[in-house]
Nanobody, 126 residues
Framework: QVQLAESGGGLVQTGGSLRLSCAAS????????VGWFRQAPGKEREFVQG?????????YKDDSVKGRFTFSKNNAENTVYLQMDSLRPEDTAVYYC??????????????????WGQGTQVTVSS
């Protein structure tokens, strides 16, 4: 079992910044891909960015957060981060950290992951 705990969400104004953290504990996750997902009210959960724990290739689905969000990880602390800058109201969502042995198009499908956290709310006011 892997436990994932997100933190760092909150309420910010348009143009503001937040840094989300996801701390992993439990079994070894070095073979997993860790991804950030988000789900806005009434919408499906969508992939934001992700990276395999033992690699440095960044996965992303589209350009909606390009240049604004930055994925990083600290292997020694088993923690991944999502630095979010220039936030917009459309970034408002619950952000989830998920871990799984996923490949190909399954990387973008949160239902294919094995573990996920409880989520952290990000609200961007206009």
């Amino acid at each position: 079992q892997v436990q994932l705990a997100e933190s760092g969400g909150g309420l910010v104004q348009t143009g503001g910044s937040l840094r989300l953290s996801c701390a992993a504990s439990g079994q070894d996750i070095s073979s997993y891909l860790v991804g950030w997902f988000r789900q806005a009210p009434g919408k499906e959960r969508e992939f934001v960015q992700g990276m395999r724990w033992n690699e440095d290739t960044l996965f992303y689905k589209d350009d909606s957060v390009k240049g604004r969000f930055t994925f990083s990880k600290n292997n020694a602390e088993n923690t991944v981060y999502l630095q979010m800058d220039s936030l917009r109201p459309e970034d408002t969502a619950v952000y989830y950290c998920e871990a799984g042995r996923v490949y190909g198009m399954n990387i973008f499908n949160g239902a294919k992951y094995d573990f996920w956290g409880q989520g952290t709310q990000v609200t961007v006011s206009s």
